[in-house]
């Protein structure tokens, strides 16, 4: 399973990557620090769930 985890923090998103971890650490986890790379990353990986935060900078969670 591919997960991609968006959020401007990376703070955030190394927290998010090792929950997701601690899940099943064959999932493959992505990362992007705004919405317009999480579209970016969406069109070249495909990733089956995304979670992402709402406000950030370039372009926002809810834009995207």
Known sequence: MK?????DEQLARQRMH???SKIN???EILEADN???AIESVEQYHPDTIIMDIRMPVMDG???
């Open 3 to 7: 997960i991609l985890i968006v959020d």
């Open 18 to 20: 090792d929950l997701v």
């Open 25 to 27: 650490d064959n999932f």
């Open 35 to 37: 919405g317009k790379n």
């Open 62 to 64: 809810l834009e995207a």
